[in-house]
């Protein structure tokens, strides 16, 4: 009996501190985190029951922030690339990551959101908002940027953190990504068509791996968004016939 009394303590405890946190984040004046601004961080709405990509979707699930990947090739500069491939690959990871919001995408499972869309905030805002809300997941944009590699990618381009995070800017950071995962290598033949798709799924949890899978799966509830077949298949238009 002791026991059972000392973990209803424990979990009433810990539902006390986070509806704590949110209510301090908010704080009592009304003002958000944001120099000058009003309602900065505002409650997540609630999933919605309609068709799409975030239903059925644990909190925190399928954008959970997951494990920091390691690059395939870090050893790459980008300044924005070009070609119907790219267009072909970004319109994949949106399909996996931010089928419907696209680049205003903030991930479900953020209790606090940012009041402003996220192609209107700049990157010192969304850093900001990041900060201010911890404990929660923060994968924002089209490509769903986790922050340790939305810093980085911001770093290696020299993005200044005043800068909009437009949709040119996200596309920018995101093709530094597509170039450590071999994009390059795949387009000469060097690296064979599994390969990059198997380090494309390392980046991105949405995309499945060729076992079927998320690489990140089970990994905070995520999981892959289409099959290896439909994703083995747009592979195919764009690059070497070899596997």
Do not use: C
Request: net charge positive.
């Amino acid at each position: 009996m002791k026991l059972i009394f000392a973990a209803i303590l424990i979990l009433m405890t810990i539902n006390g501190a986070a509806s704590a946190q949110v209510i301090s984040l908010l704080g009592n004046s009304g003002k958000g985190i944001l120099p000058g601004k009003r309602h900065a961080l505002v409650p997540a709405k609630p999933l919605r029951s309609s068709p799409g990509l975030f239903v059925g979707r644990a909190e925190g699930g399928l954008f959970a922030d997951r494990p920091a990947h390691r690059p395939a090739f870090s050893d790459v500069g980008v300044r924005g690339l070009k070609g119907s491939d790219v267009q072909v690959l970004r319109a994949l990871i949106q399909e996996a990551e931010s089928r419907r919001d696209g680049y205003d995408a903030v991930q479900y499972g953020a209790r606090v959101r940012p009041s402003k869309r996220p192609t209107q905030m700049t990157l010192a805002e969304i850093y900001a908002w990041i900060d201010a809300t911890p404990g929660q997941p923060h994968a924002i944009g089209r490509y769903q940027f986790v922050p340790d590699t939305l810093r980085r990618v911001v770093r290696k381009t020299k993005t200044p953190i005043n800068r909009r995070f437009s949709p040119a800017v996200q596309d920018l950071l995101a093709d530094v990504l597509l170039a450590e995962a071999g994009l390059a290598r795949f387009r000469s033949g060097k690296l064979n068509r599994t390969g990059f798709m198997n380090n494309l799924a390392k980046i991105w949890a949405g995309l499945p791996n060729s076992s079927g899978k998320s690489h990140y799966h089970g990994y905070a509830g995520n999981k892959a968004s289409f099959s290896w077949a439909h994703f083995e298949n747009a592979m195919k238009r764009i690059g070497p016939r070899r596997g």
